[in-house]
């Protein structure tokens, strides 16, 4: 074997071995590399350890991962589909809100269009409504005139019927007092004009009385007022009536004061009608009992009650009808059939209530009720009854004398009659007012009587031109008319008559008219004369 294979057979030996006797290796480089090589290898299998643990880690790490990374997914996913289910959600609300918004604004279109047609119909309403106050008020305008002219027609009736009424009842008073007196037989004449007569003017007032009342005209004086005082008076002025009937009446008495809030002259004029009526349907020598209670909504009910002959239920459905007499048609002095509307008319007019019970055979009775007052507050002097005045003449005393303006001879005839039984006076007349002024101021009256309606100027002026004149403005003048309305009397008292005396004539109320007057009369001229003369 040579060299090279020995060497290559030496190369394959371990170069780590050791020197048996030196404890090195035979080459140190060899050995060095080899425990390099061992140690490297040592790290290798650490490190592969290292690795397959770090490796095993990162696998566990990875695996977390993966699952984290599914979590996530599924968390996404479930994320998804919350956001999904909100934006569905989110859609559902804003396609619920667009519509409820649509249905706003839907509504507010239909609103909207319901008030523009609402406006167009209060438009139309309005100038509707317009129209309507214009036909009202031309419709008002229309029915003032109506009634204004109702109102003078009635004026003019009532002048026209009582002028004629002013001669028959007049110059039938005239006959029953003259002298010689009446026979029996004319007696009877005369009673038969003078209850035909005066049935008459009672018609003619109550008919004008209804027509106030149905046109709102009539005026009423709403006042405490004293209701024994009434009901006395009223009891004086029926008893004659009574007593030609021979009716027994009974009056309450009273034992303290009692006062209605009410206007008098029309509770008289109320229960003088129930008063008559009671009379007028009793029985021969029956009784009228007149009572007053208090019921619980302090009111005071009158009660009139008669012993006739009653009324069925027919007849009482009947009552308070204009012209409805009830079947007495044919009896010329039983009433005028509205004299009971007019009374109900009145009663309610002062707040109060009218009624009525029967029973046929036993009677009827009428009541009102009336509102009671506490308070007293009368004016002095009011209500109370005018004191008659005679005219005291001395034997040798002038005359007196009284110019009557009138331009109706019948009217002048009557008073004519009247002057001559006082022989204390004498009539001067004149036909129109021209010529009564200056009648006046020739002659000096102490009394004038004045009519309204005259030729030329009226009553009225003629009154104002004789105050105008110092001659003259001491002179009472008492008007005399027919126009008997009360808007007629309120004129010619608020123009300064003295009196406003109404036809026809009652001869007594105004013979004491007359003596009132001259004594106001003797009354100035005794002032007016000098102090040396007296």
């Known amino acids: 074997m040579n060299i090279h294979e020995d060497d290559s057979a030496s190369d394959t030996d371990d170069p780590g071995q050791l020197d048996a006797a030196s404890g090195h290796s035979r080459f140190p480089d060899v050995a060095e590399k080899e425990i390099t090589r061992r140690e490297n290898a040592v790290m290798d299998d650490e490190a592969a350890v290292l690795s397959r643990e770090t490796l095993a880690t990162a696998r566990e790490d990875a695996a977390r991962l993966r699952e984290d990374a599914v979590r996530l997914r599924e968390d996404a996913a479930h994320q998804r589909e919350g956001d999904a289910s909100s934006r569905e959600r989110e859609m559902r609300a804003t396609e619920t809100t667009q519509a409820g918004t649509d249905d706003q604004m839907l509504m507010l279109q239909q609103a909207n269009s319901h008030l523009v047609i609402a406006n167009i119909e209060a438009q139309k309403l309005t100038e509707q409504l317009t129209m309507a106050q ?49 026979t029996h037989i004319q007696k009877a004449s005369i009673d038969q004009i003078l209850q035909a007569g005066w049935y008459l003017l009672e018609l003619i007032n ?24 009434v009901l006395s008076e009223c009891q004086t002025m029926i008893e004659t009536q009574a007593q030609k009937n021979d009716i027994h009446m009974h009056f309450p008495q009273f034992d303290f004061p009692c006062f209605v809030n009410a206007d008098r002259t029309r509770v008289k004029q109320v229960l003088i009608n129930l008063l008559s009526n009671a009379i007028k349907y009793n029985r021969a020598g029956g009784a009228v009992e007149v009572t007053c209670c208090i019921n619980e909504t302090q009111r005071i009910r009158i009660s009139v009650q008669d012993t006739g002959e009653g009324l069925s239920p027919e007849k009482i459905a009947q009552l308070f009808q204009s012209f409805n007499r009830l079947g007495q048609e044919g009896k010329a002095g039983e009433g005028t059939g509205i004299g009971l509307v007019v009374s109900k008319r009145l009663v309610e007019l002062m707040g109060g209530e009218i009624g009525m019970e029967s029973t046929v055979g036993v009677g009827s009775v009428f009541w009102i009720e009336l509102n009671l007052t506490s308070e007293l507050q009368l004016q002095s002097g ?72 005259l030729p030329g100027i009226s009553g009225i002026d003629a009154l104002k031109t004789l105050r105008e004149d110092p001659l003259t403005a001491h002179i009472p003048v008492l008007a005399l008319s027919a126009n008997a309305m009360p808007r007629d009397i309120e004129k010619g008292l608020a123009a300064g008559f003295f009196r406003y005396l109404t036809k026809p004539i009652k001869v007594s109320e105004f013979l004491e008219t007359l003596d009132l007057a001259l004594e106001v009369a003797q009354a100035a001229s005794e002032r007016a004369l000098p102090t040396e003369s007296r």
């Open 134 to 182: 214009a036909q009202l008020e031309s419709a008002k305008c229309v029915a003032e005139k109506a009634s204004l002219a109702k109102s003078e027609f009635l004026s003019s009736m009532s002048h026209e019927l009582r002028t004629p009424l002013n001669a028959i009842l007049g110059f039938a008073q005239l006959l029953e007092s003259g002298s010689p007196l009446p």
């Open 206 to 229: 109550e008919i004008l009385d209804l027509a106030l009342i149905e046109s709102g005209k009539l005026s009423l004086s709403l006042e405490p007022m004293s209701l024994p005082e």
């Open 382 to 453: 009011a209500g109370e009854p005018i004191t008659p005045l005679q005219a005291d003449v001395e034997q040798d005393a002038g005359l007196r004398t009284l110019l009557y303006v009138e331009d109706n001879r019948a009217n002048l005839a009557l008073v004519e009659k009247i002057i001559a039984r006082r022989p204390d006076m004498r009539l001067l007349s004149a036909a129109d007012g021209a010529s009564g002024i200056a009648l006046a101021r020739i002659h000096q009256p102490q009394v004038i009587l004045m009519d309204i309606n």
